[in-house]
């Protein structure tokens, strides 16, 4: 893509809107940035080492634009969005204008959960096998497509995980292997519906050809009928046919090979589905597997994913905030003892509540409820007849509460199963408050 002279609007300014906008300034491009609040003085600073001209709130300014790169939160039904088609201007997400500077091979992962993990498992295996690879997309920490392409030109290969808001709009984007982990409700405050969500989910395929690879969860009834062009790699804890299975102890690949997973320390039925797909994505571009079981024994878990925090007394403390949805907490909840307490609550997106419901009465000894949920958790665990449930006001009096009530040598579960912004930026600041809250009492 030439950009010399070509005039790109960046509508957002966030952490991928900053990336793209030094893409552009690297390519000749003239820079127009449209925020939607004030530009802080790091930001400013930005602005002027780009040459760029900002404004602080989204305006028809953009439409004077060749191509605007859209952020991954910003909704294409935006009026000047949608002027700006009209006016036939392009408009482009991040990942699809990265993408045009990319030269190393890309491993993409998208799906509702499972996603961040499958990815870092991804990248720290062929790390481990020395493999010169790059980990970035949505995932948090990480790197947004245009650092990569800019800052890391030479990596052979870029591991990133992939939101429906990202995938929604990619024209040419095109990754040679793709994973779609699992679908179950989420983003519908964006995409309104299960189909629309789907959908955006499976254009990570779009553009693949027969030369490129698939992954598929076959025990997802959403994604195992995925149409692709691409080869199929099959997982299952069911089908024992599937490329990479699961038979209750270890990992079978293509039939074959036999990977114990003894020293694989990620807890959960779940996380056993992320290692698979990661593994099939692994043994696609290096045939030697064999070596994987001693890697497994180095593989950390991710902030904020079931994150093991230590012990306060006999009390395993687990900071899981990146749950963020029913499905989430149940695979979370179920990773632990029936006698564990759940902290829990935020946000609401239109969520099946009942799940979570469901699961807090049925593998959980107390329930301590945070956030805008709270009072609604609280009514719908009594009218259960769950007596042990409890509403706080901060992570810190949850966590006091949860250790004065929890049954003795039973884990603490920091699973909110909800989104985070009632009481937090997004969910790592979520985790690191309740990580902080951690180490005071430790």
């Keep these: 893509m030439l950009l010399r002279n070509q005039r790109i609007g960046i509508m957002g300014f966030g952490k991928s809107g900053i990336s793209a906008s030094k893409l552009a300034f690297h390519h000749n491009a003239k820079i127009f940035v449209s925020n939607n609040k004030d530009f802080n003085d790091n930001e400013l600073d930005i602005l002027n080492s780009i040459n760029a001209i ?18 991954p939160g910003i909704s294409y039904e935006h009026p000047i969005l949608k002027d700006a088609l009209n006016n036939s201007i392009t408009l482009i997400p991040e990942i699809e204008f990265a993408y045009n500077y990319i030269k190393g091979t890309l491993i993409a992962v998208t799906g509702t959960n499972g996603k961040s993990t499958t990815a870092h498992l991804i990248y720290q295996i062929l790390k481990k096998l020395s493999i010169n690879v790059e980990l970035g997309g949505n995932i948090s920490p990480g790197q947004p497509l245009s650092d990569i392409a800019l800052l890391k030109p030479d990596c052979e290969y870029i591991v990133c995980e992939l939101s429906s808001f990202q995938l929604e709009h990619i024209h040419r984007f095109r990754p040679y292997i793709a994973i779609i982990t699992n679908i179950s409700d989420d983003h519908f405050d964006r995409h309104k519906n299960i189909d629309n969500y789907l959908s955006s989910k499976m254009k990570i395929f779009k553009n693949q050809d027969s030369s490129d690879f698939a992954i598929i969860n076959i025990d997802d009834e959403l994604t195992k009928n995925a149409q692709t062009l691409s080869q199929k790699i099959t997982v299952s804890s069911q089908d024992r046919h599937a490329n990479i299975f699961y038979n209750g102890k270890s990992i079978i690949v293509n039939e074959k090979i036999e990977i114990d997973l003894n ?4 807890p959960g039925l779940h996380n056993i589905y992320n290692l698979m797909q990661a593994i099939g994505a692994v043994h696609t571009i290096n045939d030697n597997i064999q070596n994987i079981e001693s890697i497994l024994k ?15 007394g006999n009390h395993d403390i687990y900071n899981n905030s990146m749950c963020t949805n029913p499905i989430a907490f149940r695979s979370s909840i179920l990773s632990l003892s029936k ?22 009465i049925n593998h959980s000894s107390n329930a301590i409820l945070i956030g805008e949920t709270a009072e609604l958790l609280f009514d719908m665990l009594k009218c259960k007849s769950y007596e042990n449930a409890i509403i706080t006001d901060s992570l810190s009096n949850a966590l006091t509460k949860a250790l004065e009530i929890t049954i003795n040598g039973a884990p603490i579960n920091f699973s909110p199963g909800f989104a985070s912004f009632d009481m937090f930026n997004d969910f790592a600041d979520r985790g690191n408050q309740f990580k902080n809250e951690v180490e005071k009492l430790k």
Excluded at 298 to 312: N, V, Y
Excluded at 340 to 357: A, M, V, Y
């Design 54 to 71: 900002g404004e602080s709130t989204h305006s028809k300014k953009l439409l004077d634009s060749d191509i605007i790169i859209v952020s």
């Design 263 to 266: 020293d694989f320390s990620l």
């Design 298 to 312: 180095d593989i950390k878990s991710m902030s904020h994913r079931m994150e093991f925090l230590g012990k306060i």
């Design 339 to 360: 006698k564990q307490t759940i902290i829990l609550g935020g946000r609401n997106k239109d969520f099946d509540i009942d799940i979570i419901i469901e699961t807090i």
